[in-house]
T-cell receptor, first 112, second 116 residues
Framework: AQKITQTQPGMFVQEKEAVTLDCTYD???????LFWYKQPSSGEMIFLIY??????QNATEGRYSLNFQKARKSANLVISASQLGDSAMYFC?????????FGTGTSLTVIP | SAVISQKPSRDICQRGTSLTIQCQVD?????MFWYRQQPGQSLTLIATANQGSEATYESGFVIDKFPISRPNLTFSTLTVSNMSPEDSSIYLC?????????????FGEGSRLTVL
């Protein structure tokens, strides 16, 4: 069964607008972590943000925030005030202490 | 966090040759992993590099094709052997850092291999 689902293969957003990238996950574990990574065309995987399953508050890192809805098993990434440099692939991932699972990614294009 | 350096960042290789990718971490880490990302795809775990013992390979990956070394807690290599065009991928080294209740995964810059 797929552990991480990203339903948006591609997204467009106007520069300076906010955008939400969807991610749902599947696990029966109580302790797990949720991650978002950015992969520009250069290929490197850049760690953006982390949310622990026991964290009651949504994680925030600068312009990135994670909308964590535990009951719905969703961990959407919100990017505020989009910049041209945000154009990249974005991967949602989950770690359960044994393995890390990755989604198929969402390609984000920021339009000037 | 951890700073991870990978070499080479990219290479173009001939069919039948082998290439070794190096991964250097700025701190001692227990868990090091090697991933493959084929064009347009997500990441697939190749193996876990264990210090002082053989790597643990995932289904579909074998030691003869992807030999891995892990001589110490800061360094690992992955060799892609007898390459074919199907091996054209980004290969990513990663480490798990135990910072919170669940470890965090950090990546190197990736090695983009093109096999002709």
């Amino acid at each position: 069964a797929q552990k991480i689902t990203q339903t948006q293969p591609g997204m467009f957003v106007q520069e300076k607008e906010a955008v939400t990238l969807d991610c749902t996950y599947d696990t029966s574990d109580q302790s797990y972590g949720l991650f978002w990574y950015k992969q520009p065309s250069s290929g490197e995987m850049i760690f953006l943000i982390y949310q622990g399953s026991y964290d009651e508050q949504n994680a925030t890192e600068g312009r990135y925030s994670l909308n964590f809805q535990k009951a719905r098993k969703s961990a959407n990434l919100v990017i505020s005030a989009s910049q041209l440099g945000d154009s990249a692939m974005y991967f949602c991932a989950m770690g359960d202490g044994n393995q890390f699972y990755f989604g198929t990614g969402t390609s984000l294009t920021v339009i000037p | 966090s951890a700073v991870i350096s990978q070499k080479p960042s990219r290479d173009i290789c001939q069919r039948g040759t082998s290439l070794t990718i190096q991964c250097q971490v700025d701190s001692q880490v227990t868990m090091m992993f090697w991933y493959r990302q084929q064009p347009g795809q997500s990441l697939t775990l190749i193996a876990t590099a264990n210090q002082g013992s053989e790597a643990t390979y995932e289904s579909g990956f074998v030691i003869d094709k992807f030999p891995i070394s892990r001589p110490n807690l800061t360094f690992s290599t992955l060799t892609v052997s007898n390459m074919s065009p199907e091996d054209s991928s980004i290969y990513l080294c990663s480490v798990e850092v135990e910072a919170r209740s669940v470890g965090e995964l950090f990546f190197g810059e990736g090695s983009r291999l093109t096999v002709l």
